[in-house]
């Protein structure tokens, strides 16, 4: 009767690991970029390619999507900072290294810094690099603190 009352949780401790397993798998296929590794390219060639095209490539490409967070279209709300501002300091790729986050676990996060053509505000634009896009994380104002009760 015992036994019958343990198979579940066996079961359930053997699925477990067998989802570690395969993600720990797929973490290892991560290349240098936050992209999985693809079995339809030749080894060769991929590395080639990719050691030609460097992260600040990604961010000057025009045709480049943009997903933004919750919490950086908050921040942008709060500090008066459109899309499109973003867009022209990302694509300036000024990147702040001491800033920056390369080894994260998500993948790299390059802090990238400049001025807005609007209204010159000095901004700090955290941008993730991932597979189909680049994804803004927040956006803060270096020279003014603002108060977003909302965002936290």
């Known amino acids: 009767m015992q036994k019958k009352k343990l198979i579940p949780y066996i079961i359930l401790a053997v699925l477990f690991v067998i989802a570690l ?4 798998y797929r973490s290892e296929e991560v290349s240098e970029t936050g992209s999985p590794a693809t079995n339809n390219t030749a080894p060769s060639t991929k590395k080639a390619t ?7 490539d990604i961010f000057r490409d025009p045709e480049a999507e943009y997903f933004f967070t919750k919490h950086a279209r908050c921040r942008m709300a709060c500090r008066n900072i459109t899309q499109k501002e973003v867009k022209e300091i990302v694509r300036k790729a000024d990147v702040n ?8 676990a998500q993948g790299p996060k390059y802090a ?6 609007r209204d010159r505000q ?7 690099p991932k597979q189909r896009h680049l994804s803004i994380v927040t956006v803060i104002d270096l020279d003014k603190d603002w108060e977003c009760p909302s965002c936290r």
């Open 21 to 24: 397993g395969i993600r720990q």
């Open 50 to 56: 990719e050691s030609r095209r460097s992260n600040l």
């Open 97 to 104: 290294y001491n800033k920056s986050d390369l080894d994260a």
């Open 112 to 117: 990238v810094e400049g001025y807005t053509a």
């Open 122 to 128: 000095h901004i700090r634009v955290i941008v993730a």
